[in-house]
């Protein structure tokens, strides 16, 4: 299932602010961002990336949201991606898109341009897991393969994926908790690294290729902040899930984790959540708005002639 969000041609009235900001996330090719773990396009009503879409088509950008497995690995998300990828090229007529991912989404879109790298022509990691998770890897630690309490999480998580799919309008989309578990751990992550290498950092905190070897350009970003805002009722879980890291993080991904190619920046005062603007739009009252960060990196892209 995919959804398009068309620009807006105009806007109501003819203020000078209006005009000034009229074709600035106009992109050369469409974007289209993607989901990461338990994500969806739509969820009774509200969007996953909340208000981002709307916020990058308002000055001329073309957006598409793809709809990808909530749960299931890495590769498998990255094929149902790719499908939707050719798709978004045969409704638009575009060469190449701009991939956006959050969490998952970031290395479900490196997968993507490592084995299709003519249809990409960027790829934007939003706190992105690119060398794993420490939650991650302390569920798989400290539960046994194959035992009760693994059984019972799997079954929380698919009733959790039942209830998305059922509140976002259904989806026949294959899902595998166990398998997504997998792909975000370190050993998960390293191997996944050791296939598709493009614009993952060598050192353990630094920065990738910019531009990699298969032409693709790679940016990141992410906030390492867990408690951002007393009015969102999920920052306490994201400041509990905080304190399993032992270097600064958003509440699911280290810092130094998130790292992907060109780091736009890596401290902003953002959650995991709050770097898809949130529950509602609610995140820091002293941090630059989630959807200005897409709009400023839509006129990056712009500017680079993507």
Same mark, same amino acid.
């Given at each position: 299932?995919?959804?398009?969000?068309?620009?807006?041609? @105009?806007?109501?009235?003819?203020?000078?602010?209006?005009?000034?900001?009229?074709?600035?996330?106009?992109?050369?090719?469409?974007?289209?961002?993607v989901?990461?773990?338990?994500?969806?396009?739509?969820?009774a009503g509200?969007d996953?990336?909340?208000g981002?879409?709307?916020a990058l088509?308002?000055s @001329?950008?073309?957006?598409y949201?793809?709809?990808?497995?909530?749960?299931?690995?890495?590769e498998?998300?990255?094929?149902?991606?790719?499908a939707? =990828?050719?798709?978004?090229?045969?409704?638009?007529?575009?060469?190449? =898109?701009?991939?956006?991912?959050h969490?998952h989404?970031?290395?479900?879109?490196r997968y993507?341009?490592?084995?299709?790298?003519e249809?990409?022509?960027?790829v934007?990691s939003?706190?992105?897991?690119?060398?794993?998770? *420490?939650?991650?890897?302390i569920? *798989?630690?400290?539960?046994?393969p194959?035992?009760?309490?693994?059984?019972?999480?799997?079954t929380l998580?698919?009733?959790?994926?039942?209830?998305?799919?059922?509140?976002?309008?259904?989806s026949?989309l294959?899902?595998d908790?166990?398998?997504?578990?997998?792909?975000?751990?370190?050993?998960?992550?390293?191997?996944?690294?050791?296939?598709?290498?493009e @614009?993952?950092?060598?050192?353990?905190?630094?920065?990738g290729?910019?531009?990699?070897d298969? @032409?693709?350009?790679?940016?990141s970003w992410?906030?390492t902040?867990?408690f951002?805002n007393?009015l969102?009722?999920?920052?306490?879980?994201?400041?509990?899930l905080?304190?399993?890291?032992?270097?600064?993080?958003d509440?699911?991904v280290s810092?130094?984790s998130?790292?992907?190619?060109?780091?736009?920046?890596?401290?902003?005062?953002?959650?995991?959540?709050?770097e898809?603007?949130?529950?509602?739009?609610?995140?820091?009252?002293f941090?630059?708005?989630p959807?200005?960060?897409? *709009?400023?990196?839509?006129?990056?892209?712009?500017?680079?002639?993507?």
């Amino acid at each position: 299932m995919l959804f398009c969000l068309l620009p807006l041609t @105009g806007f109501a009235g003819t203020s000078a602010t209006s005009l000034s900001q009229k074709g600035y996330t106009e992109t050369k090719y469409p974007i289209v961002l993607v989901h990461g773990l338990f994500g969806f396009d739509s969820l009774a009503g509200i969007d996953y990336f909340y208000g981002i879409p709307q916020a990058l088509s308002k000055s @001329g950008a073309t957006v598409y949201v793809a709809q990808v497995s909530a749960t299931n690995s890495t590769e498998l998300r990255g094929e149902q991606l790719l499908a939707q =990828v050719e798709e978004v090229l045969a409704i638009s007529g575009a060469e190449k =898109v701009n991939l956006i991912g959050h969490s998952h989404g970031g290395p479900t879109a490196r997968y993507v341009a490592s084995v299709a790298p003519e249809l990409v022509a960027s790829v934007t990691s939003v706190g992105g897991v690119h060398k794993g998770s *420490r939650i991650a890897d302390i569920v *798989r630690g400290k539960v046994a393969p194959g035992s009760l309490p693994e059984n019972f999480a799997v079954t929380l998580a698919e009733g959790l994926v039942s209830l998305i799919n059922l509140l976002s309008g259904g989806s026949d989309l294959p899902q595998d908790p166990l398998a997504s578990l997998a792909a975000l751990t370190t050993e998960g992550s390293l191997a996944f690294n050791q296939k598709y290498p493009e @614009g993952v950092p060598q050192s353990d905190c630094g920065e990738g290729d910019y531009v990699a070897d298969n @032409g693709v350009y790679y940016y990141s970003w992410t906030g390492t902040h867990n408690f951002t805002n007393a009015l969102d009722p999920t920052d306490a879980a994201i400041m509990v899930l905080g304190l399993a890291f032992d270097e600064p993080n958003d509440g699911l991904v280290s810092q130094c984790s998130t790292h992907l190619g060109k780091v736009i920046r890596n401290d902003y005062k953002m959650n995991h959540l709050d770097e898809i603007n949130g529950l509602l739009g609610v995140t820091h009252l002293f941090e630059t708005a989630p959807t200005t960060l897409y *709009r400023q990196h839509a006129n990056r892209l712009q500017l680079q002639g993507l």
